[in-house]
């Protein structure tokens, strides 16, 4: 029993040993600290390793910017109130390393009680002990007041086994004793304002970014209030769409969106004016059926016209098409039937809304770093991610009840990432404002405005219709189905235009359709409302492709 409890002392005063043979040897830090709070630190250390860790790190103190290591830019991580420096990248094996390490702390001086206090960290918590350290403080002006040293283990009584002098504004000081591991060492000096008028003014003066977003979001909520306020707006049970208006023109109602030139297209084959037929290679011929005379709007007349001129057959996936999609889609007819001429300019307040994301985006750039080339480098990375994440969000709120998703997935995944940055640079105050402000902002352009009677009516139908067509029963289809067997091919193309046709062709099942009138299928015997579904969907997406590519391809000079 004797020898194995020798046995057990000797193995742990040989493990104490290994872990003492890892030490840093020398260590020297030189602070300099300038007239408006801020530091430029340097560290240089020598650490002798017998071990290799499995990872090795260097803490700084939580606030530490521009970090570099031996003269290069690294990054820094963040744990426990820290930052740290991977160093795991210098070490090839045990044996003597010397690495240095300097950082920018951007405001040191802060206001404690009636003192105003320098605080400068000589150390932050080394994972190994210190043999021997020396450090330096050099201040902008004469100090009459002495430093007060504190440190994790020793707390108060550190002073006791150092030794520092004051001469000229500069501290300089040697610690005679060994340091342990993760030890800190923090020197704290009462100062005075005259000695630092740059950090005082600071304190006292509000950066002008955020001065910059405070306006511009009162404007923008002055402007939302005065002239695009309005009330709640109730939806209205409705099995059937809005007499007169075609699949295409759901979005002028509902928030003021383009032409949907397609799909007006198929609310004409819908009502008899066109035969749709597509093929296998991708194509779709619409087929005229008969004229348009002045039963439809002067701008139904107008693009009815301009597809098919005096031919009978149109292709719907080729360049004239596309050209009418995109007219379409830029044009807004009768406005004033829809909005009083009072109303505000729903763009205006989304760049309102942009503009605070840009001065935003100015703000976060800055508190990740006061180098200029750094600057310029985040600002020219952030500033679009932030401004254009915003405007997409906001156009992607526009088309909630729509079709259309791809802003509203692509600013939301710009967001998401907009918001990370500022949570990852200390800002999550202003990252959960410029979301909260941008989703109003969204909401607020698409479904506020001083509406005519008719467009808060025609608002409540189509929203009425939309939350009917998603939660049919089965009792009401049943119903329907026994009047107008025909009611799906007839409610389709709408349920499309306001993104439920998916929701709204789960209720039939597997119930087989009649022949549809306007659309030809190719296909022997009838088909699933599923089926059909995806048919139309095919139909869509083959006569929106050209219009999608041609942006794109004037960008790029094709």
């Known amino acids: 029993m004797r020898r194995i409890l020798i046995v057990l ?20 830090s030189t602070t300099t600290v300038a007239s408006d709070g801020t530091c430029r630190v340097t560290v240089a250390v020598v650490l002798k390793l017998e071990e ?42 045990s044996g003597m390393y010397t690495f240095t390490v300097q950082y920018h702390l951007p405001d040191s001086v802060a206001q404690v009680g009636e003192e105003l206090i320098l605080s400068v960290d000589l150390l932050s918590g080394f994972a190994y002990p210190v043999e021997k350290m020396n450090f330096s403080v050099m201040l902008p002006g004469a100090v009459s007041q002495e430093p007060r040293f504190t440190s994790s283990y020793l707390q108060q009584s550190v002073s006791g086994i150092m030794t520092w002098s004051m001469e000229n504004g500069v501290i300089s000081g040697t610690v005679q004793d060994r340091l342990q591991d993760q030890e800190t060492l923090t020197m704290k000096l009462p100062v005075k304002e005259n000695m630092f008028p740059q950090s005082f003014a600071k304190r006292f003066s509000l950066d002008y970014t955020v001065v910059g977003m405070g ?62 037929q597509p093929d296998d290679n991708g194509r779709v011929l ?54 009083s001429d009072v109303s505000g300019n729903p763009k205006l307040l989304r760049l309102l809304s942009v503009l605070v994301n840009l001065l935003a985006a100015i703000s976060l750039v800055k508190s990740y770093t006061t180098s200029t080339f750094s600057l310029v480098l985040l600002c020219v990375l952030f500033i679009p991610l932030s401004a254009g994440g915003s405007w997409l969000l906001q156009a992607g709120l526009q088309n909630l009840h729509l079709r259309h998703k791809v802003s509203l997935w692509l600013g939301s995944f710009l967001t998401a990432v907009w918001f990370v940055l500022c949570v990852m640079g200390g800002r999550t105050g202003m990252a959960l404002f410029t979301l909260i402000l941008q989703l109003f902002t969204g909401l607020a352009a698409g479904y506020s405005g ?34 107008n067997p025909n009611y799906y091919y007839q409610i389709a193309p709408y ?33 699933t409302a599923r089926e059909w579904n995806r048919l139309l969907r095919d139909t869509v997406n083959a ?5 999608k590519r041609l942006p794109l391809d004037r960008l790029l000079g094709r």
């Open 286 to 339: 619409l087929h005229k059926r008969m004229e348009m005379g002045n039963e439809r709007s002067e701008f139904e007349a107008r693009y009815f016209k301009a597809l098919f001129g005096s031919r009978k057959v149109a292709d719907g996936t080729g360049f004239r098409y596309a050209q009418l999609c995109i007219r379409a889609k830029a044009s807004r007819p009768n406005r004033r039937n829809r909005f």
């Open 543 to 547: 006569l929106d492709s050209l219009q």
């Open 450 to 483: 001083k509406r005519t009677q008719l467009g808060k009516q025609q608002l409540s139908e189509i929203l009425g219709l939309r939350h009917y067509l998603r939660n049919i029963s089965d009792a009401q289809m049943q119903q329907i189905i026994l009047h």
């Open 215 to 276: 306006l511009c979001t009162l404007a923008l909520l002055l402007y939302w209030f005065m002239t695009m306020r309005c009330g709640p707006v109730r939806r209205s049970r409705r099995t059937q769409p809005p007499a007169g208006l075609t699949a295409g023109e759901l979005g002028l109602w509902l928030t003021d969106q383009g032409v949907d030139f397609t799909l007006m297209v198929i609310s004409w084959a819908q009502m008899g004016y066109i035969l749709l």
């Open 495 to 527: 349920a499309l235009a306001l993104g439920v046709d998916r929701a709204f062709t789960r209720h039939w099942g597997a119930k087989r359709l009649p022949e549809c009138s306007y659309l030809t299928t190719g296909m022997d015997g009838h088909l």
């Open 9 to 28: 002392i000797l193995c742990m005063l040989l493990t104490m040993a290994a872990s003492a043979a890892s030490q840093v040897t020398d260590l020297q």
């Open 52 to 93: 290799v860790p499995e990872k090795l790190t260097f803490p700084l103190p939580e606030q530490a910017k521009d970090v570099t290591l031996n003269g290069t830019i690294t990054r820094t991580s963040r744990s426990d109130g820290r930052r740290h420096v991977n160093l795991s990248s210098l070490v090839h094996g």
